[in-house]
């Protein structure tokens, strides 16, 4: 039982995707045809292509990339906690929290502003250094100092974005039913706001997950810090390719389910 | 007489430096029903949000038993539970199940479970069976009559409707006056913004027609209806009667 | 032709006035000149103020000497910076030696070409007043229980983690600046250098540094050592490895280490 214009359309569609397929093919064709054919592909491809350099190195940086995961992990809470409290901070409207207003645009605009990496110098090599003793000085510590602060200024300004993008009116519903301020905020504000959010957030994690390499500069060996090794023992760069293989594996899939969020969070609300 | 539920003197609202109620004086009591009626843009919506506080009045006295809520810096969290509102567009919380939009205010404002309450609610306005639902699982009848059972969850004494039939597909309308009619009989005292012509004159005690930020004619609904005085409003009801 | 013109060269070399490039013509990137690169910046005591056209400091003073036996004037000879990374990558270089401490593996030498080594590098231990005062001696025994740094692009961390195998596992700096950095902070006690960087960090880069001892570098299995680097296959390889015989045997290799290297003696040895 077809009717004419599910015939017409289906055709449309095999039509549209045997272009699609023929155009991608000869892309890759041409890619995988042409690039070996230029003369220095060789030398590339024994300095980043190695397979025998990529299979040795491999297990050791995923190894390495369990430091990664875990200085993430333990990152994320402490960002979303302290991302929120300083939304919070930001928005609060009654004149004796004025400082706290005060304090949490200052936030913002000084570890947006500053780079990540002046950060984690700054914290994990300068804090340490007014005499904390072991193990209070760990540059674990105050590496994901740096990343907690930069990223929390970063979160507090899309929950904001959020908390404002709800409408008057449903603030004006929860006053009217008696609800103070504060569990206006916490029932009615903040749920949807932060549902809201979660596609810009999910790109905030994918941003962080490739920003704790960052930690590798006052210290810790995670998996850019092992490739950079390896770099430097083999004198040959596919460590970095077997490297970025590997967050790739994780922010591929992360970035497409951002991406697949904000499509249904779109849909949702037209 | 008994003393007014409601009493509003002089009430003066502006908006920047337009002024949209130019001193009001309207008095309701307990158990009647006043609606006021009007074209877009006289007031009606403005003057109901005043009534509870929600917009604060710039002069004038708004009386609800006996105790001015307009004054300035008065506390209004206390009184808000007396006087429920609901609105043209539902406002319903778009995240929580139409039993927990109705249950929350009962929780955190009067620290009650008040489910077997909540649910004989739901019952009487014959949602039983959507208590679970989101709003967005329900038609707009539906859900205005989760935020109409949503306010009188607060067992407030007054209610205030604005335009709530409005945004409704013709056919839903009946549904949600029903519920309007049900509480008439419950005796609640109540003041609604309305387009409902036909539904105004069969039910309530007091019509007051409002016309560029005053009431500029109140009276019985046959008396208004039947023998308008002002000019202006013989041509608002030619136009609305058509 | 080619043992001709070696032969040539040495004869030469030992008579000490043959024309310039007579092993080298036609080999560097541009004739008539040799292009050495060095670190950006370069270091003491391998070049002093960062200045290696004023051939002070180790490594200038040695590549002027290779120049010269190559047959190079001193203004034959022009300098360019490059990156540890810039020395490796594949394409045309734009040196045709590079001489940054360079330690030579086997690994590295597939991908570049290393000359003869020009200095055997013994490593050492930095440390600061305060862990030595803690008690921290030069023994292995001493060392394992130390909290390591080193920079990555060292041959420093395989010797850590193989020859002293610390009991916790290292921390890795990008450089020496860093190394300080968390030294200063208390997050590392130890860090391991050649010895003549060891020394040149304690003494003036740290406040509290000291080297506490060093490695035998004549009792090590691959001993460090530093060669110039040229790109793979350079076929300037030979002419340096054959200035470099001459310089040794002539002395004057060890004669411009005993100058720029001579603070190494005094150090104990790690047992």
């Known amino acids: 039982m077809t009717t004419r214009r599910a015939a017409y359309e289906a055709r449309q569609r095999r039509r549209a995707n045997l272009l699609a397929g023929g155009s991608t093919a000869v892309v890759l064709i041409l890619l995988i045809v042409l690039v070996p054919l230029a003369p220095g592909w060789e030398g590339v491809q024994a300095s980043f292509f190695n397979a025998e350099i990529f299979a040795r190195t491999f297990p050791d940086l995923l190894s390495a990339f369990l430091i990664n995961i875990a200085i993430f992990a333990w990152s994320v809470p402490l960002i979303a906690a302290l991302g929120l409290a300083i939304a919070l901070a930001r928005g609060a409207r009654a004149p004796v929290l004025f400082p706290l207003r005060i304090f949490g645009a200052i936030y913002v605009d000084l570890f947006r502003g500053i780079p990540v990496v002046l950060l984690v110098y700054l914290v994990g090599f300068g804090i340490p250094g007014l005499g904390l003793p072991r193990p209070w000085n760990s540059p674990y510590i105050w590496g994901t100092v740096a990343l907690v602060l930069t990223y929390s200024a970063y979160v507090a300004e899309v929950l904001r974005s ?6 008057e009116s449903q603030r004006n519903a929860a006053v009217c039913l008696g609800l103070s301020e504060r569990d206006t905020m916490r029932y009615v504000v903040l749920p949807q706001a932060i549902r809201r959010v979660v596609p810009a957030n999910m790109n905030m994690l994918v941003a962080l997950q490739k920003d704790v390499a960052l930690l590798s500069f006052i210290g810790p060996v995670e998996i850019l810090r092992q490739a950079g090794i390896f770099k430097s023992l083999l004198a040959n760069f596919t460590p970095y390719v077997a490297a970025a293989v590997i967050f790739l594996c994780v922010t591929v899939p992360a970035t497409r389910y951002a991406d697949y969020l904000m499509n249904r969070d779109r849909n949702a609300r037209t | 007489m008994p003393e007014p539920r409601l009493a509003l003197r002089g009430v003066k609202k502006s908006f ?8 009001i004086d309207l008095a309701v009591n307990p158990g009647e029903m006043v609606c006021l009626i009007g074209a877009s843009g006289s007031g009606k919506s403005t003057l109901l949000r005043c009534m509870n506080g929600l917009e604060p009045v710039d002069d004038g006295e708004v009386r609800l038993d006996g105790v001015d809520i307009a004054e300035p810096g008065f506390d209004l969290a206390p009184i808000r539970q007396k006087i429920g509102i609901v609105f043209q567009s539902f406002n319903l919380f778009p995240h929580m199940t139409a039993y927990d939009n109705v249950a929350l205010a009962p929780r955190r404002v009067l620290a009650e479970d008040a489910r077997t309450r909540i649910e004989a609610l739901f019952e009487r306005f014959g949602l039983a069976a959507h208590m679970g639902k989101y709003p967005d699982q329900l038609s707009g009848g539906q859900q205005q009559r989760v935020a109409v059972i949503r306010a009188l969850a607060m067992r407030p004494q007054t209610m205030l409707f604005d335009e709530i039939t409005s945004a409704l597909d013709p056919e839903l309308v009946d549904e949600v006056l029903d519920v309007l009619r049900s509480l008439r009989d419950d005796g609640m005292t109540m003041v609604l913004a309305t387009h409902e012509m036909g539904f105004a004159r069969e039910l309530a005690d007091r019509i007051c027609f409002m016309d560029k930020g005053v009431i500029a004619e109140e009276g019985a609904p046959d008396l208004i209806f039947s023998t308008p005085q002002r000019e202006r409003t013989k041509q608002f009801l030619a136009s609305v009667l058509r | 032709m080619k043992t001709f013109l070696t032969a040539t060269l ?41 200045a290696p056209e004023a051939k002070q400091g180790f490594e200038a003073a040695v590549a002027y000497a290779i120049a010269a036996e190559m047959g190079f004037a001193d203004n034959a000879v022009t300098w360019v910076r490059t990156s540890f990374d810039e020395a490796i990558q594949p394409g045309a270089k734009n040196f045709d030696l590079n001489m940054q401490q360079f330690s030579i593996t086997a690994d590295r030498d597939r991908v570049v070409d290393f000359s003869a080594p020009y200095y055997t590098a013994p490593q050492a231990v930095m440390t600061t007043v305060e862990a030595v005062d803690a008690g921290a001696k030069p023994t292995m025994e001493s060392l394992k229980a130390m909290k390591w740094g080193v920079v990555a692009s060292t041959t420093a961390l395989p010797v850590v983690t193989e020859t002293i195998q610390p009991t916790q596992s290292p921390l890795v700096y990008d450089d020496n600046a860093n190394i300080t950095a968390a030294m200063q902070a208390g997050q590392i006690d130890a860090a391991l250098f050649d010895l003549p960087t060891a020394l040149f960090t304690a003494a003036v880069l740290m406040d509290n540094g000291v080297v506490l001892g060093q490695f035998d570098a004549s009792a090590a299995e691959s001993p460090d050592q530093f060669g110039a680097l040229m790109p793979e296959g350079s076929a300037l390889k030979e002419c340096v490895d054959e200035a470099l015989a001459a310089l040794t045997a002539s002395g004057e290799l060890a004669a411009i280490e005993a100058e720029w290297l001579q603070a190494a003696v005094g150090v104990p040895l790690i047992k």
Request: proline share 4%; glycine share 14%.
């Open chain 1, 162 to 167: 959020g908390i404002e993008s709800i409408h």
């Open chain 2, 16 to 23: 920047g430096d337009v002024e949209v109620l130019h001193g």
């Open chain 3, 10 to 50: 040495l004869t030469l070399t030992a008579s000490g006035a043959f024309a310039a490039g007579h092993c080298s013509a036609g080999k560097t990137l541009t004739e008539g000149t040799l292009t050495i690169a060095t670190g950006n910046p370069a270091y003491y005591p391998w070049v002093i103020d960062d």
